[in-house]
């Protein structure tokens, strides 16, 4: 039989934080976005503030609500991969097959290795805690659902093992919620069938499930059954991309279609950069919205020809923005998508048409403005449309970036000064 561990680091975000400013521990505190940049939610909360109420992803000012004097601190993304792979350094060496689940949480398989998961479960929690600071809730057993389900089980600093011989036990009484891939949709549809257990959705076979749900009822059913047969992943190895996407909130609501094309214009080179970097071509551009009201909605386009072009791109955008069913609402935030991936080693097929001649130009360009911004930083080739309005565009000060030149507890950032350069455009 399998045995397969999900590690999940207890409250990551304030976890690290706290390893740089013990006294943190002593106070209800909370790391959240930038609200004045309209990022405002819980990132992730220490255990003084989980006792109160704060949840993670609610809104600062319920957070604050229920927790006056909340400490509130910036997230460090940088800082938190940096202990993530740290941790995933010291799974490695107990398996090759280590699958990220997200930077705070991996599933292991360590069937091979011949030990007692529950006693490497316990090696690797105390190990952690010694070698880097950080605790971890593990879960043990023979399938990565069941894994995932134990790790949540007892928080912060436990280790649960889930058996063949007592997940009717463990499992079935628990809110038909806590299973993986059972979200807010899922969980109302099987609510309606009075399905409001793990053990409820057992009992109800899989032909029944599969009738009022499809494949997925099915799938359901046998992750609840423990007939999960999920393997993971070998370390380092990914699935193949399917999308290359970006997409941001921008700090003010968007009225204008000057002020949507500005954020389209930023969110469409970063994504023909990605597909450059990779070496493909989509063939299907996806944009995203969400209004002032939290209302959101997708449409897309299939292309002509396959392309890694911001012009192109951004010219797909606009054109999905402009139908007139979503040109006046004010919107909140933009997404921009590339799909229906090829990669570039296929080739394209060959074009005379002007058009064409006028992409591969535009390419050209774009390719210079790669090599450039890869010696000299991001930002250091900009289109000159771009400063009309920084703030939307997403861009920091263009005179000055900041540049953390250490990783651990002690080292300390420097500003690294690097001039701008403005590229105009080609139209």
């Known amino acids: 039989m399998r045995v397969i561990l999900h590690s ?40 003084l503030a989980k006792k109160i109420g704060v949840k993670t992803g609610e809104a600062i000012w319920e ?17 938190y991969q940096r202990y993530s792979q740290l941790v995933r350094s010291i799974y490695e060496e107990y398996t090759p097959y280590v699958e990220s689940f997200g930077i705070d949480e991996c599933w292991l ?12 479960a ?108 999920q393997s993971v992943a070998r370390s380092g190895d990914y699935p193949p991309v399917k999308s290359v996407g970006n997409s941001m909130t921008a700090i003010r609501d968007l009225h204008t279609e000057t002020e949507v094309k500005l954020v389209f214009m930023r969110l469409s080179e970063e994504v023909a950069m990605r597909l450059r970097e990779q070496g493909l071509f989509c063939s299907t551009i996806q944009i995203s919205m969400r209004d002032n009201e939290l209302f959101s909605f997708e449409r897309q386009r299939k292309l002509s020809r396959p392309t890694q072009c911001a012009f192109v791109i951004l010219e797909a955008a606009m054109s999905l923005y402009n139908d007139q069913q979503y040109k006046n609402r004010p919107l909140r935030s933009l997404g921009v998508r590339g799909v229906d991936l090829s990669w570039e080693e296929g080739g394209r097929q060959i074009s005379f048409l002007p058009e064409a001649e006028y992409e591969e130009r535009w390419l ?37 970036m900041d540049v953390p030149t250490g990783t651990l507890p002690g080292s300390s950032a420097s500003p690294h000064l690097r001039p701008a350069k403005i590229y105009r455009e080609v139209v």
């Open 8 to 47: 999940d680091l207890n409250a990551f975000y304030a976890s690290v934080e706290c390893l740089y400013r013990p006294e943190l521990r002593e106070v209800p505190m909370a790391v959240c976005g930038d609200p004045l940049k309209r990022h405002g939610i819980v990132l992730a909360k220490n255990e």
């Open 63 to 79: 957070a604050e609500s229920k927790c006056p004097g909340l400490t509130l601190v910036a997230p460090q993304g940088r800082l």
């Open 109 to 120: 398989d360590i069937t091979a290795s011949g030990r007692d998961g529950y006693e490497v």
């Open 122 to 229: 316990e090696e690797l929690r105390l190990r952690i805690h010694r070698e880097i600071g950080l605790t971890v809730s593990i879960g043990v057993s023979f399938n990565k659902i069941f894994a995932k389900l134990g790790s949540d089980l007892k928080k912060p600093n436990a280790v649960t093992e889930i058996r063949s011989d007592n997940f009717r036990e463990l499992v079935w009484p628990l809110p038909v919620r806590d299973l993986l891939f059972v979200g807010r949709q899922t969980e109302r549809k099987l609510t309606l069938m009075n399905v409001r257990t793990i053990g409820d959705l057992a009992r109800c076979g899989p032909e029944f499930l599969q009738k009022r749900l499809g494949k997925w009822g099915l799938m359901l059913w046998q992750s609840a059954m423990g007939l999960d047969q």
């Open 364 to 400: 050209e360009v774009e390719r210079t403005v790669d090599d450039l911004r890869e010696r000299y930083g991001e930002e250091a080739v900009l289109r000159g449309r771009l400063l009309s309005d920084k703030a939307l565009s997403g861009l920091r000060s263009y005179t000055q």
